[in-house]
């Protein structure tokens, strides 16, 4: 079956970065691309970008560019998300997601999820 | 805050249907399809729905969707104990360049 499994939790400290990966098993990785989205405590849910696995273009929120920078390794059909210069309101559960594409509607829709990574930033 | 709006809260009891509406703008819902992600708690989001109102396999079909000009509808007929959980519409924003969720929505079977 089609799943993601994602790294374990990880605690930085201000300035810091971190590096989440994705395992991604049971399709065609290059067929796909992969999201990633996070959610703060409590909060609701912010998408970070995205990376086309096939040509490894790139499309991230306005927010977080020069900040992000997403990866892929097919020999290993991993994606990796590292944040940098990290902050206390980077501080949240960090999921990856298949991204499936509909070339008849420009659609995109994020199809299945990862468990989570859980970042803690603080000092 | 979200360019997507959602009602922060909804409830129903089963015999009943719960209405989750999504209104956005043109330059996101009126131009790009919508989809909607649920939340249990402590879980992972899943698909609910894509493409304004398609179904993927596994979703009970008391799960409904809809989209007309700049607002989309999530509706769960007859709603189970096990459909409490939070509820995001989704869409690709043209002005943003990026993809935007609602803030969510708390269902609650009473």
């Known amino acids: 079956q089609v799943q993601l499994v994602q790294s374990g939790a990880e605690v930085k400290k201000p300035g810091a970065s971190v590096k989440v990966s994705c395992k991604a098993s049971g399709y065609t990785f290059t067929n796909y691309g992969i999201s990633w989205v996070r959610q703060a405590p409590g909060q609701g849910l912010e998408w970070m970008g995205w990376i086309n696995v096939y040509n490894g273009n790139t499309h991230y929120a306005q927010n977080l560019q020069g900040r992000v920078t997403m990866t892929t390794d097919t020999s290993t059909t991993t994606a990796y998300m590292e944040l940098r210069s990290l902050r206390s309101d980077d501080t949240a559960l960090y999921y990856c997601?298949?991204?499936?594409?509909?070339?008849?509607?420009?659609?995109?829709?994020?199809?299945?999820w990862g468990q989570g990574t859980l970042v803690t930033v603080s000092s | 805050q979200s360019v997507l709006t959602q009602p922060p809260s909804a409830s129903g009891t089963p015999g009943q249907r719960v209405t989750i509406s999504c209104s956005g703008s043109?330059?996101?819902?009126?131009?790009?399809?919508v989809n909607w992600y649920q939340q249990l708690p402590g879980t992972a989001p899943r698909l609910l729905i894509h493409?304004?109102?398609q179904r993927p396999s596994g979703v009970p079909d008391r799960f409904s969707g809809s989209k007309s000009g700049t607002s989309a509808s999530l509706a769960i007929s007859g709603p189970q104990s096990e459909d409490e959980a939070d509820y995001y519409c989704?869409?690709?924003?043209?002005?943003?360049?990026?993809?935007?969720f609602g803030p969510g929505t708390k269902v609650t079977v009473l």
């Open positions: 493409t304004n109102n």
């Open positions: 989704a869409a690709w924003d043209d002005s943003l360049n990026g993809y935007v």
């Open positions: 043109s330059s996101n819902i009126g131009s790009n399809t």
């Open positions: 997601a298949r991204v499936d594409y509909d070339i008849l509607t420009d659609g995109h829709s994020f199809d299945p």
